[in-house]
């Protein structure tokens, strides 16, 4: 049983509703919601909570403010978490999970975009995730995991972490084969990690990625596509993105750069930017 006691602030996060519209693509639903809050104007990357079950975690691109945003299914923002002291140049993606040791759930916020391929390294950030009681929350106690690509610095928006093993995999963006590198677990938050090229993908333009909280689908977005792979029991992650893909059901969107499964495994979130609409909508397919 779940004892997690629910603060009136997340209590307000997980009941309020504000349904843009529902259709229906290929015989999937598709749930959009407005996002209201206009802090939110760059969203690159989502990550459903592990702790609150419902929950969702987002951040805004390159230059914006060190800081996480909790959304609940819907789109509604009343809490925000600020890394203290980290510097967001380029956050592209996040995700969550359990620490293979630790059995503790743990946010990871990658900023790893590099247009120009210019970084002499790129950085991944992880904390546990914390209580949300307030509206603003401040976390001090981060780990920062420095790696380099072992061909050269790499432009990506796509970062993902095997529940079953903690190994986190990054995709690259403009590659015209993308490629697939491996951090293996435990990373050294002391030391330089290097990232290793473990396979490529028949196509460009990866700008998310994510595996679901069972370990058993893997889901790949593009700007133009979803890609979903099936995991076998017995084939890793690098096994089960070199079998033949599902295509999934897509709204496009205006700068749609993110993608994370729900909570169950079930459906899956999509965010987009701001970009020339006035609009940032949430969009839930299942």
């Known amino acids: 049983m779940n004892n997690q006691k629910y603060s009136p602030v997340l209590i307000l996060l997980l009941i309020s509703t504000l349904v843009v519209g529902c259709v229906f693509l290929n015989g999937k639903s598709v749930h959009s919601y407005l996002v209201e809050e206009k802090e939110i104007d760059e ?39 600020i ?35 210019s970084h002499t390294s790129s950085f991944i950030y992880c904390f546990e995730e914390p209580d949300i009681k307030d509206t603003l929350i401040v976390v001090r106690n ?9 061909d050269g610095p ?13 190994d986190i995999y990054i995709i690259s963006k403009r590659d015209e084969t993308a490629k697939i590198y491996q951090l ?33 689908y893997i889901l790949v977005k ?39 499964f729900d909570s169950k495994g079930k459906g899956y979130f999509t965010i987009s930017e701001k970009g020339e609409s006035s609009e940032v909508k949430l969009f839930y397919y299942k």
Request: hydrophobic fraction near 35%.
């Open 222 to 260: 593009t700007y133009n596509q979803i890609y979903r792979y099936k995991r076998r029991a017995d084939k890793n992650v690098k096994e089960a993105l070199m079998t033949k893909p599902k295509i999934m059901t897509y709204q496009l969107e205006e700068q749609g750069e993110a993608i994370a």
């Open 184 to 216: 293996s677990y435990p990373q050294s938050f002391n030391e330089v990690n290097i990232a290793r090229q473990i396979g490529t993908l028949p196509y460009k333009w990866v700008v998310a990625a994510d595996i679901s909280p069972s370990g058993d």
């Open 154 to 166: 790499r432009d990506a928006e796509a970062l993902m972490i095997d529940p079953k093993t903690g």
């Open 43 to 81: 969203a690159s990357g989502i990550a459903s909570s592990l702790k609150y079950p419902g929950l969702l975690y987002t951040h805004n691109d390159s230059g914006g403010e060190s800081a996480v945003y909790v959304l609940n299914q819907i789109g509604f923002m009343p809490a925000k978490i």
């Open 83 to 117: 890394l203290e002291g980290i510097q967001n140049r380029d956050w592209e993606d996040i995700a969550t999970c359990y620490d293979p040791k630790d059995q503790k759930p743990y946010v990871y916020v990658g900023d790893i975009g590099d247009n120009n391929s």
């Open 142 to 150: 981060i780990q920062k995991i420095e790696f380099v690509y072992e």
